[in-house]
């Protein structure tokens, strides 16, 4: 069965930590996304890439780097986290070829910050 | 442009009833309609899709509507089901490899069928 495992399911850091959260896909997938969810506002692009090194700005990227050094991993980073970054975070890959160019999700990240 | 609006934002349905969820969107070069269904803990997952060039596409009680010229498309979940308690998401994109394989979603509408 095809996956896209995030590394956590529930985190809890301090306002100003740097946080990492892992994201790894076993498809060969070219493309990665990181999409954080709240209430009422649905699922926002924080980054994506589309090759390994490779990456670009979603529509919320204030606050956010990623780093893609091997094809089926894709992190994000919080360098100073702070308590308006407390959601959950989707991890996603696709691909062109993949049936319907549809998405695959892992299961969510929850972080909160305090 | 970019922008998927959906509604509604929550929906109460009666076992063995009609649910309906209806998505809008201004850019005409979508041509890639998903839905997503989220079941609390989990990460979204492709429920149905359709390409414009089809006005309807049904998978089980699952059906999605498509009005090119009005720009709109929807959901509909005949016979719904409490096990179909769950939130929805539309969304569409440009068919393509690259930048053009990105998903803009709508806002998600939660569902609960009540038995």
């Known amino acids: 069965d095809v996956k896209v495992t995030q590394s956590s399911r529930y985190l809890v850091k301090r306002t100003g930590e740097k946080v990492f959260l892992e994201c790894v896909q076993d498809?060969?997938?070219?493309?990665m996304f990181w999409y954080r969810q709240d209430p009422g506002l649905g699922l926002r692009l924080i980054y994506f890439?589309?090759?390994?090194?490779?990456?670009e700005k979603g529509d919320i990227p204030e606050g956010y780097s990623v780093s893609r050094e091997k094809k089926e991993r894709f992190s994000l980073i919080l360098e100073s986290a702070s308590t308006n970054q407390t959601s959950m975070y989707l991890c996603?890959?696709?691909?062109?070829?993949?049936?319907?160019?549809?998405?695959?999700f892992g299961s969510g990240t929850r972080l909160t910050v305090v | 442009q970019q922008q998927v609006k959906q509604s509604p934002q929550s929906l109460i349905v009666q076992k063995g009833g009609i649910s309906i969820i209806n998505c809008a969107y201004e850019?005409?070069?979508?041509?890639?309609f998903p839905w997503y269904q989220q079941f609390p803990g989990k990460g979204p997952a492709l429920l149905i899709a359709?390409?414009?060039?089809?006005s309807e596409k049904k998978e089980g009680r699952f059906t999605i509507s498509f009005n090119k010229s009005a720009k709109q498309f929807s959901l509909h979940i005949m016979d719904s089901q409490p096990g179909d308690s769950a939130t929805y998401f539309c969304?569409?994109?440009?068919?393509?490899?690259?930048?053009?394989?990105?998903?803009?979603f709508g806002t998600g509408t939660l569902l609960a069928v009540q038995p």
């Open positions: 996603a890959s696709s691909s062109p070829g993949q049936r319907g160019y549809g998405y695959t």
């Open positions: 498809m060969d997938h070219e493309n």
């Open positions: 890439s589309y090759d390994v090194k490779m990456k």
């Open positions: 850019n005409t070069a979508f041509d890639y």
């Open positions: 359709i390409r414009p060039d089809v």
């Open positions: 969304a569409a994109s440009t068919v393509g490899g690259g930048a053009t394989n990105k998903l803009i």
